[in-house]
């Protein structure tokens, strides 16, 4: 039976793999578009700047959102930024409270040397995550958001330049927390229909399946939520194991390992064997 388990873990992992593969949005179109989008640099000049956008690891959802804007000059001679200004891009300024963008915190001319790299951190408030109602809108707290950035860049005698950096927030983790406790319970699900299905004496006494089965998922959610409190100290630099669940689907992949999991630790341990406390020599019967 853990084999079985463990076999219908792994295609519920593989199916959930594929499906996020073929929901990703393609990237080579996006970093196509962002380079079309610039305009072309003054006398034949390649693009003076790289610029990169790095995203805090506390940022998550529905919370402030802080990021650092890294300016790299990877041209042949020193350049000065006289103005920067860095905003959220597309349907993504729905989810800030604020839409105003960052601008540049210094007011003098900023040289920034060959090879150098000039930073600023930018903070960005997003709303409350919730569903609205009616369903026209749905913003979730239970998946991580990839939001694109607008950096628009001034330097002295070179003109204006656009970029489009995309950075990750995270979701809260008790979305993950959910997403774990829905994986096993889903595995669970799966398994009591299978049993009504081809065993007769499951369907006869179906009361009894449905409950121990579900117990069953119970147990494989609280697997899950110790494997994910398990894995926040794991994180950082040193580990010898490293384990990154960013949103509701992600614990939802732990929870499906889980419910097998908690199988085969149960098995290890004899833990299915009754436990009948032995009486002390000389109490009495």
Known sequence: MSRLYAWIAAAFAALCMQASALAAPPQEPATQAATESKPPAP??????????????????VGDVAYVVIALRNVSDRPVVLKNMTVAVDGPAIDR?????????????????GRGLTFEQT???????????????????????????????????QLGSFQYFPVFTVKAPEIGIFIGGFAGALMLALFVLI????????????WIRTVIVTLTMGF????????????????QGPGSPVSLTVSDFGGGVLIGLFSYPLAAWISSTLKLEQAYVPQAKPGAPN
Request: proline share 5%; hydrophobic share 45%; charged share 20%.
């Open 43 to 60: 006398n034949g000049q390649t693009d003076p700047l790289s610029v990169t956008v790095l995203g805090a690891p506390t940022n998550r």
């Open 96 to 112: 800030f409270i604020d839409p105003a963008p960052c601008l540049l915190q210094r007011s003098d001319e900023i040289t920034i």
């Open 122 to 156: 930018c903070r960005f408030a997003m709303k409350e995550a919730r569903v609205w109602a009616g369903g026209s809108q749905v913003q979730s707290s239970l998946l991580s958001a990839d939001i694109r950035l607008q950096v628009a860049v001034e330097l002295m």
């Open 194 to 205: 299978e049993r009504v299905l081809k065993h007769p004496e499951a369907r006869e006494a």
């Open 219 to 234: 147990r494989g959610g609280l697997m899950a939520i110790i494997a994910l409190l398990l894995s926040k100290t794991t």
